[in-house]
């Protein structure tokens, strides 16, 4: 028993064994050498199984992560539905003329004010948020207070999850989804591209899916992004002008959205209109957006980082207000036509539409910076470093003709006035109105 003990868990496998043989004749030696060999070979079949046990185990819990970190959310029942039914009701006079209104990335900066908007006109609104951490949770938890007291109903929730959304289209027949969630941002995609793809590629299948096979089929209005253009040097931006020059993740998967929502408009007769929105910024807005971190930063005295392009000339955006971008995408709903298709066939050629909704005159970071130290009344200190080649693109400028004739669509903010409407929400939402503290 103690033999083959040894034989199968020899403590320093062959080295003992060998030391013995040198007492015994070839064949013994020979036969020992061939035991040890043996056992060497148990052990390192041993070893083989225990690694592929512990790696299984490993992609496991990863895969137990993963899919808690995205479906962790409780969802279902019956006072949940009836959360949702009283959420989407259309409370318009004329109800017939009202929208019954997904929206995807409720919690989110441009998601929190359309659904607001659609919400104050009597449209039923119910919202999807996934809360993710890519900028701090808590003020979209907040936004999530600010729709709660209007009655609007935030799901926490993931459009990669199928079986949510197809309990959603089964709970309320929604007219419209406007799909706002997203993992946005130009330069974050150096260090999590993953994250693009989960939700701008992956996610919006998706909802897609969902919505192919919903009864009724609903229209969609989604965020596409300026970003689309890339190196285009063609001023300003037209919506025929190429977008297969993208210089970042991001407008990569904002580029394959457009053409992945044309495939099922195409296939499925579903009604859809992409948005390009250029550089939103107002008040709830994103953390992660240079108007807003060059806020933060001001405020706390410490440097921001102003990025300039090659040859020393300045970086310009189109900067575009929230309350613009808002109008921009109701007219988008309001003019979007039915989907056609009907259990998941399409019946007639739908809708596929396109718009930038910009601003129409770009501002230099350098002039941002200083309407924030103006209304701040504090000067930034700057550090002024060469773009990084990480995904920066040297200018934004839109023509919205097409969105003026089509949606009514008509910027009536500049840069100045709104970010004097910014800072005021700021410094009122962390605190330094009544005399508070920097967060
Ligand atoms: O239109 C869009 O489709 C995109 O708009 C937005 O991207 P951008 O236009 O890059 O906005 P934003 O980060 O505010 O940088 C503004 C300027 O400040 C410069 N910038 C930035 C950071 C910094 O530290 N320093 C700096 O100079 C920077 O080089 C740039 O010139 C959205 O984030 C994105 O999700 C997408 O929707």
Known sequence: MRILEEELFPTTPG????????HHNHHAMS?????????TGTMFLWALFLIALTASYLSFQSFVDTSSKYFTASWGGLHWERQ???????????????????????????GTHVSLALKKRGDGVVGLDNFNSYYDPSLKKARKSLLASHGVFVIEGDINDARLLAKLFDVVPF??????????????????PASYVHSNIAGLVTLLEACKSADPQPAIVWASS?????????????ESDRTDQPA???????????EITHTYNHIYGLSITGLRFFTVYGPWGRPDMAYFSFTRNILQGKPITVYRGKNRVDLARDFTYIDDIVKGCLGSLDTARKSTGTGGKKRAPAQYRIFNLGNTSPVTVPTLVSILEKHL????????????????????????????????????TNLEAGLKKFVKWY???????RGGKNL
């Open 15 to 22: 080295k003992g064994k060998m030391e013995r043989g040198a």
């Open 175 to 192: 007219t419209h989804v406007m799909h706002l969630a997203a993992q946005a941002g130009v330069r974050y995609a150096i260090e999590n």
């Open 377 to 412: 009344k504090m000067k930034a200190k700057k550090n002024v470093v060469e773009m990084p080649g990480n995904g920066d693109v040297p200018f934004t400028h839109a023509n919205i003709s097409y969105a003026r004739t089509e949606l009514g669509y008509k910027p009536t």
């Open 427 to 433: 410094l009122s939402y962390y605190g330094y109105a």
């Open 226 to 238: 300026s970003s689309v253009y890339g190196l285009n040097d063609r001023v300003p931006f037209s």
């Open 31 to 39: 036969r020992q050498f061939n035991r040890c060999f043996a056992s």
């Open 84 to 110: 949702i039914r009283s959420s989407a009701q259309i409370r318009r006079p004329d109800a017939s003329a009202g929208l019954s209104v997904l929206v995807t990335g409720a919690a989110g900066f441009v």
């Open 248 to 258: 970042s993740l991001y407008a990569a998967t904002k580029k394959a959205g457009e």
